[in-house]
């Protein structure tokens, strides 16, 4: 029973196209996040979200579009992709503040 | 901002070997401090915590102790197996709201048998 399921796994695409990718728990958890994970392995937070309203938005750029419908879910729109938009995304939930994070097991997208 | 510095890596040991990993963070207040791991092609696991000043937190032979005056979060583990082998994650929270977790670039150990 998976706690954090994100879909899909692996995500081969063309520059300029839009894609979507899906995450959900199933923990009872408040918070959920996405986070861009490069090349080199360095972390970086996009989004948090707690109870359906978004609290964090990191300096990303309005191609990517966030949306929680529950709390259970949040999904990461992109628009109009490109090259350095390849990276693992990684969908991840927490109960509170100062708790840690069970994380999805990533999304890798490739821009080509 | 906040920030977390880890020792770059790879770090290669021999099986049984003492590892530790160096961490030290930058932060405003009195941050929660985490260890994960991540194993290749999976997410982030949580491998231990420390809320508070001298606190140690430990899970599976690994151990970490939150001192606040060197600003430090140490990772070590006395004998070390093959399945240790993986990126190692040093993470602070402020405890903010939105519970934000700040990652260090992450050590590479690779242990050979």
């Known amino acids: 029973d998976t706690a954090v399921s994100q879909t899909p796994k692996y995500l081969v695409t063309q520059m300029g196209n839009d894609k979507s990718i899906k995450c959900e728990q199933n923990?009872?958890?408040?918070?959920m996040y996405w986070y861009k994970q490069d090349s080199k392995k360095f972390l970086k937070i996009m989004f948090s979200?707690?109870?359906?309203?978004?609290?964090i938005n990191e300096t990303v750029p309005n191609r990517f579009s966030p949306k929680s419908p529950d709390k259970a879910h949040l999904n990461l729109h992109i628009n109009s992709l490109e090259l350095g938009d390849s990276a693992v995304y990684f969908c991840?939930?927490?109960?509170?503040?100062?708790?840690?994070?069970?994380f999805g097991s990533g999304t890798r997208l490739t821009v080509v | 901002g906040d920030s977390v510095t880890q020792m770059e890596g790879p770090v290669t040991l021999s099986e049984e070997a003492f590892l530790t990993i160096n961490c030290t963070y930058t932060?405003?207040?009195?941050?929660?401090l985490f260890w994960y791991v991540q194993y290749p092609g999976e997410g982030l696991q949580l491998l231990l915590k420390?809320?508070?000043?001298?606190d140690k937190g430990s899970n599976k032979g690994f151990e970490a102790t939150y001192r606040k005056e060197t600003t430090s979060f140490h990772l070590e583990k006395g004998s070390v197996q093959v399945s240790d082998s993986a990126v190692y994650f040093c993470a602070l929270s402020e405890n903010a709201a939105g519970n934000k977790l700040t990652f260090g670039g992450g050590t590479r150990v690779l242990v050979k048998p």
């Open positions: 991840a939930s927490s109960l509170g503040q100062g708790d840690g994070y069970t």
């Open positions: 932060a405003t207040g009195y941050p929660s």
């Open positions: 923990l009872g958890h408040d918070t």
């Open positions: 420390a809320t508070k000043a001298d």
């Open positions: 979200y707690n109870n359906k309203e978004l609290i």
